[in-house]
């Protein structure tokens, strides 16, 4: 059974920083490509990223460009989001999405992790 | 304001038949596939359509979606209390190398 689980969300100052991980489990992690998804609460769904299964091509949304970073560990099973220079508008549950297949410029997110929500205040 | 255009609320009533549509351009719809999100009240969003017009396994064959140059549409017949959630349509859209989402459509079973 696939498994995504998030974690690193929490209160952080505008400007600051975090890293969120999603560790996967139940499949070849390296053999997929994976993508962050935020939403605003009771808003709709924004892309933020994607990263191939091989880590070796990267995409991102203009709002996060420069300032967010993706990255995987296939040796861990892990996705992580590096998160820099936080605004008030960054605020929103952040979801990784599993691919299809190994390709990152796709819209096919198979399954979704719960999500974990970063708030940025101060 | 999303790439891709759906209108924010549906409605209906048990049994009845709703469509939900989702207009785009030349960069995401006219020349990728299409998807489409469910999301339930309180969860994560779920694939419902892949490929504009293909279920995954598990998804019942009341759901079917279909597209048409830049706009797709997704149909939900023999409507259900269970149906009442939120529909995304999604997209890679070329142009921006990124994926776009619509802005989501609420629907109620009345």
């Known amino acids: 059974e696939v498994q995504l689980l998030e974690s690193g969300g929490g209160l952080v100052q505008p400007g600051g920083s975090l890293r969120l991980s999603c560790a996967a489990s139940g499949f070849t992690f390296s053999s997929y490509a994976m993508s962050w998804v935020r939403q605003t609460p009771g808003k709709g769904l924004e892309w933020v990223s994607a990263?191939?299964?091989?880590?070796?091509?990267?995409y991102y949304a203009d709002s996060v460009k420069g300032r967010f970073t993706i990255s995987r560990d296939n040796s861990k099973n892990t996705l992580y989001l590096q998160m820099n220079s936080l605004r008030a508008e960054d605020t929103a549950i952040y979801y990784c999405?599993?691919?299809?297949?190994?390709?990152?410029?796709?819209?096919?997110?198979?399954?979704w992790g719960q999500g974990t929500l970063v708030t940025v205040s101060s | 304001q999303s790439v891709l255009t759906q209108p924010p609320s549906a409605s209906g009533t048990p049994g009845q038949r709703v469509t939900i549509s989702c207009s785009g351009s030349s960069s995401n719809i006219g020349s990728n596939y299409v998807f489409w999100y469910q999301q339930l009240p309180g969860t994560a969003p779920k694939l419902l359509i892949y490929?504009?017009?293909q279920r995954p396994s598990g998804v019942p064959d009341r759901f079917s979606g279909s597209k048409s140059g830049t706009s797709a549409s997704l149909a939900i017949s023999g409507l259900r209390s269970e149906d009442e959630a939120d529909y995304y349509c999604a997209a890679w859209d070329n142009s921006l190398s990124g994926v776009v989402f619509g802005g989501g459509t609420k629907l109620t079973v009345l």
């Open positions: 490929n504009n017009n």
């Open positions: 999405a599993k691919a299809l297949g190994s390709v990152a410029g796709t819209s096919y997110f198979q399954h």
């Open positions: 990263m191939s299964g091989s880590g070796g091509s990267t």
